[in-house]
T-cell receptor, first 111, second 117 residues
Framework: GEDVEQSLFLSVREGDSSVINCTYT??????LYWYKQEPGAGLQLLTY?????DMKQDQRLTVLLNKKDKHLSLRIADTQTGDSAIYFC???????????FGIGTKLQVIP | DTEVTQTPKHLVMGMTNKKSLKCEQH?????MYWYKQKAKKPPELMFV???????INESVPSRFSPECPNSSLLNLHLHALQPEDSALYLC????????????????FGEGSRLTVL
């Protein structure tokens, strides 16, 4: 079955870069995602990457995918206090309906 | 309108009560989902409806009964729940199923926080 793993906590200073890492087990994953959840809110998609890509950049966000090692990372440049949230890595199967989430990494940004 | 609206935001119920959670979206999405999220845990898929038909049931106990009256609405009927069912219940929708759209992006509501006494 699918399994997605992340570290639980990351603390960075405002203005620094943050790197959140994720590993997954399902080699048939089609899309890999990063979702953000702020306190008391639902999840919001930040970015996604198709499994045949190795990098995607979107403003302050850079996603790197190492398909051989099944490793996904999210880099946030110039991290702001508003970036403090829980970040979930997720992957979907070929049918796109079943999205499996990691446990989430809590990002704390120190002013 | 890019919102998924869930009601109620908070619900407290006893183990003998019957209640329902409701979810609504007007984005024309044809897939709708129920996820359960316990504290400090990831969302776990419960049910998926595609074109108003149940397509995935992740072996959810029968005390949870989903219903999709039309393409914009999704309900979760609750009966004889246990205290361990207390969690945040998240509804989501996606464009999956529409021609040419296949990224699997989920649009989530803010959730209904359920407490079972």
């Amino acid at each position: 079955g699918e399994d997605v793993e992340q570290s639980l906590f990351l603390s960075v200073r405002e203005g620094d870069s943050s790197v959140i890492n994720c590993t997954y087990t399902d080699s048939s994953s089609t899309y890999l995602y990063w979702y953000k959840q702020e306190p008391g809110a639902g999840l919001q998609l930040l970015t996604y990457i198709f499994s045949n890509m190795d990098m995607k950049q979107d403003q302050r966000l850079t996603v790197l995918l190492n398909k051989k090692d099944k490793h996904l990372s999210l880099r946030i440049a110039d991290t702001q206090t508003g970036d403090s949230a829980i970040y979930f890595c997720a992957e979907s199967d070929r049918g796109y309906q079943k999205v499996t989430f990691g446990i989430g990494t809590k990002l704390q940004v120190i002013p | 309108d890019t919102e998924v609206t869930q009601t109620p935001k908070h619900l407290v119920m006893g183990m003998t009560n019957k209640k329902s959670l409701k979810c609504e979206q007007h984005m024309g999405h044809r897939a709708m989902y129920w996820y359960k999220q316990k504290a400090k845990k990831p969302p776990e898929l419960m049910f998926v409806y595609s074109y108003e038909k149940l397509s995935i049931n992740e072996s959810v106990p029968s005390r949870f009964s989903p219903e999709c009256p039309n393409s914009s609405l999704l309900n979760l009927h609750l009966h004889a729940l246990q205290p361990e069912d207390s969690a945040l219940y998240l509804c989501a929708s996606s464009q999956e199923g529409l021609p040419g759209v296949k990224t699997g992006e989920l649009f989530f509501g803010e959730g209904s926080r359920l407490t079972v006494l």
